[in-house]
């Protein structure tokens, strides 16, 4: 069966520092463009039907130092609206909320762990006819590529909190005995 290869941006100088950055349109700082360049070994001889893309530059840019070629942007792939807490770390949001969590809380004047996990289940019922066509790539950010990992295998978008993933991975999503599980996760 066909899976699903999501692709974590490389480093940018708000995801070196831990800041949230949704909206926030940064470029990879010069470790991010060696990581995304990396990811060009781990992805060879990786066919994919379809590779569909955040809108942002610094996911479009690791796709092209990576060597894939983007069908698509999706809206969808966009990370978590932070809202009041773009730009900001989860230690100093901590000093004004200090039991804010981000998987059960959301963010003011951004999106709950709700909002996001209907995105991203518009987006995976999107996926569905495309992986009858062969593999498909997303290329995204933490946060949302996390909350896809929850969905596929059942769990709520909350569920995205327990699995991490760093700058420029691998994840791959699939099926065993035809139920949707995680083949890998974090891969470099």
């Known amino acids: 069966m066909s899976e699903i290869i999501l ?6 100088t708000w995801s070196a520092s831990r800041r949230h950055t949704s909206y926030t349109d940064l470029e990879l ?15 060879a001889g990786q066919r994919f039907a379809t590779v569909l893309a955040s809108p942002r530059r610094r996911a479009l840019r690791t796709a092209q130092l990576a060597g894939l070629t983007v069908d698509a942007t999706d ?3 966009t990370e978590w609206h932070y809202g009041r807490y773009e730009g900001r770390t989860t230690a100093d949001i901590h000093t004004e909320r200090p039991d804010w969590d981000l ?9 709950t762990p709700d909002q996001v996990g209907a995105r991203v289940d518009r987006l995976l019922a999107r996926l569905t ?19 896809v990992g929850a969905r596929w295998i059942g769990l709520p ?8 993933l760093d700058t420029a991975t ?18 470099r």
């Not at 692709?7 to 940018?12: A, D, K, L, V």
Request: aromatic share 2%.
């Open 75 to 77: 809206d969808d792939l």
């Open 170 to 187: 691998v994840s791959v999503l699939g099926h065993e005995h035809g139920r949707p599980v995680i083949l890998r996760w974090n891969g």
């Open 157 to 164: 978008a909350a569920g995205g909190g327990k699995l991490r």
């Open 7 to 12: 692709i974590r941006h490389g480093e940018t």
């Open 103 to 111: 998987w059960t809380d959301g963010c003011p004047d951004g999106e």
């Open 29 to 43: 700082t010069p470790d991010g463009e060696r990581q995304a360049r990396a990811l060009a070994g781990v992805l």
């Open 129 to 147: 006819p495309l992986l009858a066509q062969g593999d498909v790539g997303l290329v995204g950010h933490a946060h949302l590529l996390r909350v």
